[in-house]
């Protein structure tokens, strides 16, 4: 019984602690008057690129075609070093 008593005392204290109302942040989300989009239809596949079979091509050329600053019309390739220079 002596041991109840100040369980009993510290649970009232912590529920003295405890907010009556709801914070505000919670409560937001259910508000009626915030504005939404209205749903519209997506399609699935919008976007998607089609990746077909292609023709094998020479990797040193589509290495010139994606480097920075390339220019095909120079003629600095690595040609030279593929034929013995």
Wanted: with cysteine; charged share 25%; hydrophobic share 40%.
């Amino acid at each position: 019984m002596l041991k109840l008593i100040p369980l009993a005392a510290l649970g009232l204290g912590l529920a003295a602690c405890v907010p009556t109302q709801h914070p505000a942040y919670l409560v937001a989300a259910a508000d009626p008057a915030v504005g939404t989009r209205p749903p519209a239809y997506s399609s699935v596949t919008a976007g998607v690129r089609a990746y077909d079979v292609v023709d094998p091509l020479d990797w040193r050329e589509l290495n010139r075609r994606v480097a920075p600053g390339a220019d095909p019309e120079r003629g600095d390739s690595d040609d030279a070093a593929r034929r013995g220079r």
